[in-house]
T-cell receptor, first 114, second 114 residues
Framework: AQSVTQLGSHVSVSEGALVLLRCNYS??????LFWYVQYPNQGLQLLLK??????LVKGINGFEAEFKKSETSFHLTKPSAHMSDAAEYFC????????????FGKGTLLTVNP | DTAVSQTPKYLVTQMGNDKSIKCEQN?????MYWYKQDSKKFLKIMFS???????INETVPNRFSPKSPDKAHLNLHINSLELGDSAVYFC?????????????FGPGTRLLVL
């Protein structure tokens, strides 16, 4: 069964600093990969996703992620953090085919310090 | 217009009671989901319906019963509520079931069982 690991349950950065949130998946067949963001007391919103094609994916709010098959990773980055980026970030994977469940990682809370 | 809406937003109830949560999507999607987010923010799928047919039924107690009267609605009924049912329940929808589709989440229903 697919599993998704997010390294670091809490990441703290200064405003203007690089944001790096790590995500690794387990399956030998590359799944479809997603990053979702959850602001306090809200539902999840898609930041970006990788399905096929270009391995560097750009999303909303200046975020991007790179799919690296050799490392089974899909890390999320943003060059310069903004206070409004403070939220919970979830990496998720979907194997597609007959098993189209979305499996979520445990989430990473990003705090941005002024 | 809210794409995926849930009612109620908050639900406080006593152990042993029966309660329902309603979900509606106006995106024209074929597939709807129920997720449970626990106190540690871990998200796990419970059920999924495609065109009113149950396609994912995770290992949840049979006290939980989903019902989809039409493609735009997916309700969740919970019998004999227990303390451990306290969580945030999210409804979501997607265009289909290939695994590549974005899932659109509702704002969540915060259930507290006393």
């Amino acid at each position: 069964a697919q599993s998704v690991t997010q390294l670091g349950s809490h990441v703290s950065v200064s405003e203007g600093a690089l944001v790096l949130l790590r995500c690794n998946y387990s399956s030998s067949v590359p799944p479809y990969l997603f990053w979702y963001v959850q602001y306090p007391n809200q539902g999840l919103q898609l930041l970006l996703k990788y399905t096929t094609g270009a391995t560097l994916v750009k999303g909303i709010n200046g975020f991007e992620a790179e799919f690296k098959k050799s490392e089974t990773s899909f890390h999320l980055t943003k060059p310069s953090a903004h206070m409004s980026d403070a939220a919970e970030y979830f990496c998720a994977a979907n194997d597609g085919g007959s098993n189209y469940k979305l499996t979520f990682g445990k989430g990473t809370l990003l705090t941005v310090n002024p | 217009d809210t794409a995926v809406s849930q009612t109620p937003k908050y639900l406080v109830t006593q152990m042993g009671n029966d309660k329902s949560i309603k979900c509606e999507q106006n995106l024209g999607h074929d597939t709807m989901y129920w997720y449970k987010q626990d106190s540690k923010k871990f998200l796990k799928i419970m059920f999924s319906y495609n065109n009113k047919e149950l396609i994912i039924n995770e290992t949840v107690p049979n006290r939980f019963s989903p019902k989809s009267p039409d493609k735009a609605h997916l309700n969740l009924h919970i019998n004999s509520l227990e303390l451990g049912d306290s969580a945030v329940y999210f409804c979501a929808s997607s265009l289909g079931t290939s695994g590549q589709e974005t899932q659109y989440f509702g704002p969540g229903t915060r259930l507290l069982v006393l």
